[in-house]
């Protein structure tokens, strides 16, 4: 199965900074369709996991545009800039290109 | 508004069985790939299953293979999740998903395995 390592495993941001995150890959996500099948999620405290990206860099619907994801193969990026309070919470990334899908282990994501 | 609740969790022995049910609303049921995705306590995501819009491909992560069956009933806009020879490890949320990528989640239903 494919294996995702995502980085840092724990964030502590500062309102009104930007973060990033990190997911790698064992195997290249790219389809010979040109998509990478990788998505991006966050679980709120409490709440059920909402999608952020997909297809590697695709904002999902309601999604601020302070959410962007990038990367291609092996190697993908999530970035918040201008982070705000609401954003705490854990951020998975997932890759759909195989068809047993896998989770990366997830980033915690919470304030100074 | 896209809407997905689970039933059908509870406490269950270790070997028991249990079927977790999952009620969709708001989009059309009968074109989407459909996933199941549990979160053991304090843990991360772990995808379980998934199968297509017709039931003609379905797929488990290997340590419920065997044991797990996953099926939908178009007409009714249901999924299920058959779990048989249940272990204290399968303890968890479990959380029915539209698609096969691009999820979207319901609430989650806790499945607990003890005796």
């Known amino acids: 199965d494919i294996v995702l390592t995502q980085s840092p495993l724990s964030l502590p941001v500062t309102p009104g900074e930007s973060a990033s995150i990190s997911c790698k890959s064992s195997?290249?996500?790219?389809?010979?369709?040109?998509?990478?099948?990788f998505d991006w999620y966050l679980q709120k405290p409490g709440q059920s996991p909402q999608l952020l990206i997909y297809?590697?860099?695709n904002r999902a619907s309601g999604v601020p545009d302070r959410f962007s994801g990038s990367g291609s193969g092996t190697d993908f990026t999530l970035k918040i800039s201008r982070v705000e309070a609401e954003d705490v919470g854990v951020y998975y990334c997932m890759q759909a290109l195989h068809s047993r899908k896998t989770f990366g282990q997830g980033t915690k994501v919470d304030i100074k | 508004e896209v809407k997905l609740v689970e039933s059908g969790g509870g406490l269950v022995q270790p070997g028991g069985s249990l079927r977790l049910s999952c009620s969709a609303s708001?989009?059309?049921?009968?074109?989407?790939?459909m996933s199941w995705v549990r979160q053991a306590p304090g843990k991360g995501l772990e995808w379980v299953a998934n199968m297509n819009q017709y039931g003609t491909e379905k797929n488990y992560v290997d340590s419920v293979k065997g044991r797990f069956t996953i099926s939908r009933d178009n007409a009714k806009k249901s999924l299920y999740l058959d779990m048989n020879s249940l272990r204290d490890e399968d303890t968890a949320v479990y959380y029915c998903?539209?698609?096969?990528?691009?999820?979207?989640w319901g609430q989650g239903a806790v499945v607990t395995v003890s005796s």
């Open positions: 708001g989009f059309n049921f009968g074109i989407y790939w």
């Open positions: 998903a539209r698609g096969e990528w691009e999820l979207v």
């Open positions: 195997q290249s996500l790219l389809h010979t369709n040109g998509y990478n099948y």
């Open positions: 297809l590697g860099s």
